[in-house]
C-alpha cells in the first residue's frame, strides 16, 4: 500500500512547510507529511474561525505555528499561540483549536509503544 504521506520513511528528503497545503476557503485541510511507526507529522491549514471541538489523544503532540493564530485550549484554558510557538500537549489532556486567522499548523505526534 502506498503512502500519500509527503516525505518517505526510507529515505532522507525535504519538504516546504509553506507549499503543500492550498489556501483554504473554508473548513479544514490536512496534509500527512511523515507516517512512521510511532510517530506522524501532518499540516493543517485552517480557514479563519474554523474550529475542532474539545478531543483528546492518546498520542503526546508537539504543535507548531507556522503562519496565522489559534487560541488553543487545554482543559478549557484558552492559549493564543502564534507563528514560531511550539506547543506541547501530553497524551489524553482534553484540547480545542480554534483558527483566530487563516492559519497553518504543523502537528507531530508521538505515539506511546504498544505493550
Given at each position: 500500500m502506498k503512502s500519500s504521506a509527503l516525505?518517505?520513511?526510507d529515505a532522507s528528503a525535504v519538504c516546504s512547510?509553506?507549499?503543500?497545503?492550498?489556501?483554504?476557503?473554508?473548513?479544514?485541510?490536512?496534509?500527512?507529511?511523515?507516517?512512521a511507526p510511532g510517530l506522524r507529522a501532518t499540516l493543517f491549514k485552517f480557514a479563519a474561525g474554523q474550529e475542532l471541538s474539545e478531543h483528546t489523544s492518546s498520542a503526546r503532540v508537539l504543535v507548531q505555528v507556522i503562519a496565522?493564530?489559534?487560541?488553543?485550549?487545554?482543559d478549557g484554558k484558552p492559549n493564543v499561540l502564534?507563528?514560531?510557538?511550539?506547543?506541547?500537549?501530553p497524551p489524553k489532556a482534553p484540547h480545542a483549536v480554534k483558527a483566530l486567522d487563516e492559519m497553518t499548523l504543523l502537528v507531530i505526534q508521538a505515539m506511546p509503544p504498544k505493550d
Open positions: 516525505l518517505a520513511t512547510l509553506q507549499i503543500p497545503v492550498e489556501k483554504v476557503a473554508h473548513g479544514i485541510v490536512s496534509q500527512a507529511l511523515l507516517t496565522g493564530r489559534c487560541e488553543f485550549s487545554v502564534v507563528p514560531g510557538q511550539l506547543f506541547h500537549l
